[in-house]
């Protein structure tokens, strides 16, 4: 089936009638047309649309591991990804469909690409993440077939098309991890590249057959049929790395990979980085090399734990980056765990929106990401910013404990854009969204001082019932600006934001209940100002 991408946008009017319905706000907005709503300030409680225009979602169900592809013939990306559904069969899931997209900012669906066997008992059943590739006019997409009902409960297949549209399972052709020495319950995420042999390879997620610690399983190819086992490329002490990327960008290879440790300091997507491939592999081998020499937490680190399974494209000139944002549990909005829960012992639940950032290469070969160039132009109808009530501001200038001042209401798709200015190397700040001058509880990304020179950009929950610091969200660590300037971009679609900063920190949240609501700046101690505040929409 082919369908159009879902742009179902349910108007300002359908979220104001929800907000007024729900509300429990003491500055509550009636139904009454003639009250000014945009000159109150309490607290709404708003839904999200049905369709998502920036960070896709499809109109039914969600997004799962991404596995975007430069196709040369068309000129534009395709990112295929896992599709879930809310309810899916006990053995039969995630089929693999796919959007297009030129720019990273829209897109459009092309449907199912690939579905699920035919039965309970087909070896892909399920369908786990993989890639896709083209030579010669010919596409492959290899994947991970997924069937706990079979010999093998993972093992890598194919399939095959000429125009992107319509594939043919390859039956008779399939990687088999004990017939190279690993396991045949975890062999899975295929991803193929071409090496500094000009050859293509392929990595492989996996055990020693003999059980241990997991290693990745490295084949090679000259015609993307026919694969030769190279040998194994150990990955980091015990921990299992999912969906890897490997690519040269410059005179740098690079591996971007999703560490799925359950520590929540940990599960994030990073990357390796080297001047070679074998020096990449030497990474891995011969002891873990981190990238950055900074705080723990930053060993390679690109993003939150609300950003996850990303793998990387280039169009040839630009390099972007696509993973899933996660739903939160308790995203009803009238249960309590509303924004704080996540999925069993508060580890991220799997699947959500899809988002997309650039890859930013730094003169020492060091990654960050950055908004896409589209995004900007997307949203590009400029709001009034009014300041509707504060505490401790002056002329842009917060000054002492509990500081604030708060803007007025946003719409569904935000471009929230500010500079804050510190005075000194231990001043503190934070973004608030949801915040309502009745709000008991409110989120917000604090840029917190861990000591002098290094900060850390935590997700807490505030107000007089607030609980403080959301660990499932955990945060992301990087350097005080030198001349401790901060531009601060935040993109919002509905429940989804990603907050860049001075090209250094990009900082993908999911906050239920932004849209409608009022946000702020917030100072704790000490003195910030803020300058040159602006939003805009679409």
């Known amino acids: 089936m082919k369908n159009k991408f879902n742009m179902l946008l349910t108007g300002l009017v359908c979220c104001a009638i929800c907000a007024a319905t729900t509300s429990c706000s003491s500055d509550e907005v009636t139904g009454d047309p003639a009250r000014d709503w945009a000159g109150t300030t309490g607290q709404f409680i708003s839904d999200d649309e ?22 040369q013939k068309t000129q534009e990306f395709k990112v295929l990804y896992l599709q879930e559904y809310i309810n899916n069969p006990s053995h039969r899931f995630h089929p693999i469909w796919a959007v297009s997209t030129r720019d990273g900012a829209n897109y459009e669906s092309m449907g199912e690409l690939l579905p699920v066997g035919a039965n309970d008992y087909e070896q892909d059943a399920a369908l786990g993440t993989g890639c896709a590739y083209e030579k010669d006019g010919t596409y492959y997409i290899y994947y991970t077939g997924h069937n706990g009902n079979c010999k093998n409960r993972e093992v890598v297949m194919r399939a095959t098309s000429t125009d992107f549209k319509t594939w043919t399972k390859d039956v008779l052709w399939a990687l088999n991890g004990p017939d190279y020495g690993y396991s045949g319950n975890d062999f899975r995420d295929p991803q193929i590249f071409v090496a500094d042999d000009n050859l293509y390879h392929m990595v492989i997620s996996t055990y020693p057959e003999t059980g241990g610690d997991p290693v990745f399983a490295e084949f090679k190819s000259s015609d993307l049929k026919n694969w030769e086992h190279v040998g ?21 290879w690079y591996m971007v990979y999703s560490q799925s440790n359950r520590a929540s300091w940990s599960r994030k997507v990073k990357y390796m980085m080297a001047t070679s491939y074998e020096g990449l592999k ?15 937490w930053r060993e390679g680190t690109l993003d939150t734990r609300a950003f996850y399974a990303a793998k990387t494209a280039s169009n040839g000139t630009d390099r972007y980056i696509w993973g899933w944002s996660p739903f939160r549990s308790g995203s009803n909005i009238h249960e309590k765990n509303l924004n704080q829960g996540a999925g069993d012992g508060n580890e991220p639940n799997w699947s959500g929106a899809l988002v997309c950032h650039k890859i930013i290469q730094h003169s020492d070969g060091t990654l960050t990401m950055g908004a896409v160039p589209a995004m900007a132009a997307k949203y590009n109808q400029q709001q009034e910013v009014k300041v509707m009530t504060s505490n401790g501001y002056n002329n842009g200038v917060l000054s002492g404990d509990d500081a604030y001042v708060l803007y007025n209401r946003l719409g569904a798709h935000n471009h929230i854009s500010f500079t804050v200015t510190t005075s000194n190397n231990w001043d503190k700040f934070g973004i608030s969204m949801v915040r309502g001058t009745d709000s008991k509880k409110y989120y917000t990304m604090v840029v917190n001082p861990e000591n002098e020179n290094d900060r850390k950009v935590n997700f807490e929950q505030e107000g007089s019932e607030g609980i403080g610091f959301v660990e499932a969200a955990d945060g992301y660590g990087f350097y005080r600006p030198a001349d401790n300037v901060y531009h601060i971009d935040i993109y919002t679609d509905n429940s989804v934001l990603v907050m860049y900063i001075n090209d250094t920190v990009c900082y993908t949240q999911r906050i239920y209940g932004i849209q409608k609501n009022c946000w702020s700046i917030n100072n704790y101690g000490g003195s910030v100002t803020v300058s040159d505040v602006k939003v805009s929409q679409y």
Do not use: H, S
């Open 282 to 296: 030497d990474c891995f081998n011969n002891g873990p090399k981190w990238p950055a020499d900074g705080p723990l």
């Open 50 to 71: 049905q369709g998502f225009g920036t960070y896709y979602t499809p109109a039914i169900g969600r997004v799962g591991d991404p596995m975007p592809f430069y196709d």
């Open 232 to 252: 194994r490329i150990k990955m980091i002490w015990d921990r299992m790395l999912e969906c890897p990327d490997i690519f040269k960008m410059g005179d740098y």
